[in-house]
C-alpha cells in the first residue's frame, strides 16, 4: 500500500519558534510538494522538489524554507514561526512518470500561539 | 496567476439524484485536469483525470472537459450519503510538475 507519511498530526509552537515539518514516502517517487489548506483559501502549493537536492518554489514561500537530502524524504522549515502560518500543512508525492496523481499525506495541523 | 474557480458550495443533492460539479479555469495552455475528493478532517485522494476533450466515465463518475470554454465539469450519478465530501478540480500545464487547485465545492447528499 502507497504511503506518505507526515511525523506530526498536531503541533502547537510560539511566534518565533524554528519548526520542522517531516515528510516520508515509500513509492519511490521523484517528485515531493509541501501544500498549506486553509478554509475559504484552497490548497496552494509552497515548495516542490522533482529530485534530491533539487527544490523550487511554489506560490507562497515567503517564510519557508524546505530540505531535501534523500529522495525518500522532504522536509518543510518555518525559520521563526508566525501567526499567519496556522494552517493545515499537505505533504505529497508524485512519479515522474504521472506526475498528476498526487498521494497526499495526512497532514499536520500547526498552530502558532 | 493560473487560476481555477469552482463554486464553493454547499451544493445538496438527494440521494439518487445527479450531482454536477463545476470548474473554470484560466490558463489556456492547461493539458491536464483532475478530481480530487476530501472527506472532512482527511487529505484529498484522485478521483478522475481527464486531458482531452468530451466526456469520460468511471463507474458513477464522469467527467467533461471542454477546452475552447476552458470549463471542466464532475457529474456523480445516483448520488449517496458516502459521496458528502468536497471537490476539488486540480489543472496542470504541459511539461509542469505543479497542480492548481481550486477552492473546492462542498457537496451534500441527503438521504
Known amino acids: 500500500d502507497v504511503k506518505v507519511t507526515q511525523s506530526s498530526r498536531y503541533l502547537v509552537k510560539r511566534t518565533g519558534e524554528k519548526v520542522f515539518l517531516e515528510c516520508v514516502q515509500d513509492m519511490d517517487h521523484e517528485n515531493m510538494f509541501w501544500y498549506r489548506q486553509d478554509p475559504g483559501l484552497g490548497l496552494r502549493l509552497i515548495y516542490f522538489?522533482?529530485?534530491?537536492?533539487?527544490?523550487e518554489k511554489g506560490d507562497i514561500p515567503e517564510g519557508y524554507s524546505v530540505s531535501r537530502e534523500k529522495k525518500e524524504r522532504f522536509s518543510l522549515i518555518l525559520e521563526s514561526a508566525s501567526t499567519n502560518q496556522t494552517s493545515m500543512y499537505l505533504c505529497?508525492?508524485?512519479?515522474?512518470?504521472?506526475?498528476?496523481?498526487?498521494?497526499f499525506g495526512e497532514g499536520s495541523r500547526l498552530t502558532v500561539l | 496567476q493560473k487560476e481555477v474557480e469552482q463554486n464553493s458550495g454547499p451544493l445538496s443533492v438527494p440521494e439518487g439524484a445527479i450531482a454536477s460539479l463545476n470548474c473554470t479555469y484560466s490558463?489556456?495552455?492547461?493539458?491536464?485536469f483532475f478530481w480530487y475528493r476530501q472527506y472532512s478532517g482527511k487529505s484529498p485522494e484522485l478521483i478522475m483525470s481527464?486531458?482531452?476533450?468530451g466526456d469520460k466515465e468511471d463507474g458513477r463518475f464522469t467527467a467533461q472537459l471542454n477546452k475552447a470554454s476552458q470549463y471542466v465539469s464532475l457529474l456523480i450519478r445516483d448520488s449517496q450519503p458516502s459521496d458528502s465530501a468536497t471537490y476539488l478540480c486540480?489543472?496542470?500545464?504541459?511539461?509542469?510538475?505543479?497542480?492548481?487547485f481550486g477552492k473546492g465545492t462542498k457537496l451534500s447528499v441527503i438521504p
Open positions: 522538489s522533482y529530485d534530491v537536492k533539487m527544490k
Open positions: 490558463d489556456r495552455g492547461s493539458q491536464s
Open positions: 481527464i486531458y482531452s476533450n
Open positions: 505529497a508525492s508524485s512519479s515522474g512518470q504521472d506526475v498528476e496523481e498526487l498521494f
Open positions: 486540480a489543472v496542470s500545464g504541459a511539461g509542469s510538475y505543479q497542480l492548481t
